[in-house]
Each structure stands twice: as structure tokens, then as C-alpha cells.
């Protein structure tokens, strides 16, 4: 069972432009929704990440949009660069109630984006 | 200071053969993670252990898998009777503990790629 679906699987851009990762969700009990970038050869780092009490997040170039009711959310990079190039994964997790969980992470299957110079 | 390290990086089995993967974990974290990492795939989550007790395997594919962590630090993952389909990367992730509604952020090692042929 996926969980958390995730598209598309490759990406490419140019330098400068927009790159827009989309994951969808259908465990209505996970609120907290983070992003991973991972470049090969190394393990995931974390990217950004939101709960779902906010619409979006935005770090620097980094943005998350998130729709509660549609159960999606999306990464969306501005002014992509060549540096940017790597897999990146949305993921989720349920905290349990009161904060409890120990942030057991389900992963969508990864997107490979490309940014050329 | 040092982040998650694991070792080995790269390990060749034959098929039926036993292996031990270590992590050693960042220094003070409570939580530690294993996840399986398929090629082409996201991670997905295999255990959990807090300090030394193993709190959650209910993503162990079999019980040829088994992992611990006597003293609460360093873990092994251990494969026994290896299988073709057991090649993947392993990904080791450790974090704070979470009492409160606050997510932690789990830090992931460099992975051990194993390959059984």
C-alpha cells in the first residue's frame, strides 16, 4: 500500500527556472509532511517541512504549498540551479497525540530533478 | 561534530551468506531508525529502537532481519540466509527523542549498499 504518492519521477529544468514536485497523501491521521533532498551517495537531509495548519512554508528558494482537503502537497523550487540537482522525496508522519510518536517517516518513491546550466 | 556514520559502505554477499551492518549514531540521540532503501525508491522504515529497547519492527520484511542496540548507542542490522531481493541500501537515522508535540529531526547516515548475488 503507497501512502504517499509522488510525481513525477525525473524532472528537468533550466537554470533559473521553477521546479515543482507534487506528493499526495491517504492517511488522514499524518500531520507533519517534510521534504528530503539527497544526493548520491549520501543519505536524505531535510529540507523544509509543514503542518497542516498552515498553507505554505517558504525558506529562502524553498517553498511547500499544502491543501488539507485535497490531502496534497507540493515543493516547488524558484530560480532552480545546477547545485540543486538531485532526488528529493516528500514524506509524512503521524506524531501521535500529544506529540508522542516517535517520527516514524513514510517516503514517497522520489523525484530525479535535473537543473542545466 | 560527526553525523550518523555507517559501515560498511559497500557489501557483496552471496546469496546465503549472513551480514552485519553498523550505525553509529550522532552522540546523545535517543532515537535510532533503519530503513531499506530499494533502488529507485524512497526509503521505507524497517525498526525503531529508543535507547537500548526496540520499540517498533513492524517493517522487518522477515525474520531473517534482526537488529540491535545493547548499550543504547552503536546498532546493528544483521541478514541472515542473505536473498537477491534483500539488495538495497540501508539507512540508518537517528534523532532527539520527542516528548512533545515538536518533531524531531532525524539525521541520516551515508547507508551501506548491499548487493547479494
Known amino acids: 500500500q503507497q501512502q504517499v504518492k509522488q510525481s513525477p519521477q525525473s524532472l528537468i529544468v533550466q537554470k533559473g527556472g521553477i521546479s515543482i514536485i507534487n506528493c499526495a497523501y491517504e492517511?488522514?491521521?499524518?500531520?507533519?509532511f517534510p521534504w528530503y533532498q539527497q544526493f548520491p551517495g549520501k543519505g536524505p537531509a531535510l529540507l523544509i517541512a509543514?503542518?497542516?495548519?498552515?498553507s505554505e512554508k517558504k525558506e529562502g528558494r524553498f517553498t511547500i504549498s499544502f491543501n488539507k482537503s485535497a490531502k496534497q502537497f507540493s515543493l516547488h523550487i524558484m530560480d532552480s540551479q545546477p547545485g540543486d540537482s538531485a532526488t528529493y522525496f516528500c514524506?509524512?508522519?503521524?506524531?501521535?497525540?500529544?506529540?508522542?510518536?516517535?517520527?516514524?517517516?513514510?517516503f514517497g518513491q522520489g523525484t530525479i530533478l535535473t537543473v542545466h546550466p | 561534530g560527526a553525523g550518523v556514520s555507517q559501515s560498511p559502505r559497500y557489501k557483496v554477499a552471496k546469496r546465503g551468506q549472513d551480514v552485519a551492518l553498523r550505525c553509529d549514531p550522532i552522540?546523545?540521540?535517543?532515537?535510532l531508525f533503519w530503513y531499506q532503501q530499494a533502488l529507485g525508491q524512497g526509503p521505507e522504515f524497517l525498526t525503531y529502537?529508543?535507547?537500548?529497547?526496540?520499540?517498533?519492527k513492524s517493517g522487518l520484511p522477515s525474520d531473517r532481519f534482526f537488529a540491535e542496540r545493547p548499550e543504547g548507542s552503536v546498532s546493528t542490522l544483521k541478514i541472515q540466509r542473505t536473498q537477491q531481493e534483500d539488495s538495497a541500501v540501508y539507512l540508518c537515522?537517528?534523532?532527539?527523542?520527542?516528548?512533545?508535540?515538536?518533531?524531531?529531526?532525524?539525521?541520516f547516515g551515508p547507508g551501506t549498499r548491499l548487493t547479494v548475488l
Open positions: 509543514i503542518r497542516p495548519d498552515v
Open positions: 552522540s546523545g540521540h535517543v532515537s
Open positions: 537515522a537517528s534523532s532527539l527523542v520527542s516528548l512533545r508535540r515538536l518533531y524531531n529531526e532525524q539525521f
Open positions: 529502537f529508543q535507547n537500548e529497547a526496540q520499540l517498533d
Open positions: 514524506a509524512a508522519l503521524y506524531s501521535g497525540p500529544g506529540g508522542t510518536s516517535y517520527g516514524k517517516l513514510t
Open positions: 492517511n488522514t491521521a499524518f500531520d507533519y
